[in-house]
Nanobody, 121 residues
Framework: QVQLVESGGGLVQAGESLRLSCAAS????????MGWYRQAPGQQRELVAT???????NYADSVKGRFTISRDNAKNTIYLQMNTLKPEDTAVYSC???????????????WGQGTLVTVSS
């Protein structure tokens, strides 16, 4: 089973930057789409950004132009560069990965444990 290890959260001031990392374990499976989601207190989890194994990206409108998702397939790792952070970006950020054991098999998904990002005003 795939395991995800996240890192990079913390406390920053508005306008500053942070970079999150999410490393997937290796095994007899192929990682497909990976992404970041966030959940602020009292709110539902929402998509932040996703990236396919081929590098196609998708962003929430609220982070377009400020956040950049990237992927290193050789390391099974994705990154989220967050610039010009705002207090409303404060949330627990969780990594998600879709994977298959072989082409055509059922697409499975796994979540990381989450990392807290706090942006003070």
């Amino acid at each position: 089973q795939v395991q995800l290890v996240e890192s990079g959260g913390g406390l920053v001031q508005a306008g500053e930057s942070l970079r999150l990392s999410c490393a997937a374990s290796w095994g007899m499976f192929s990682i497909r789409t990976m992404g970041w989601y966030r959940q602020a207190p009292g709110q539902q989890r929402e998509l932040v950004a996703t990236i396919t194994s081929g590098g196609t990206t998708n962003y929430a409108d609220s982070v377009k132009g400020r956040f950049t998702i990237s992927r290193d397939n050789a390391k099974n790792t994705i990154y989220l560069q967050m610039n010009t952070l705002k207090p409303e970006d404060t949330a627990v950020y969780s990594c998600n990965a879709e994977y298959q054991y072989y082409t055509g098999s059922r697409l499975l998904e796994v979540w990381g444990q989450g990392t807290l990002v706090t942006v003070s005003s």
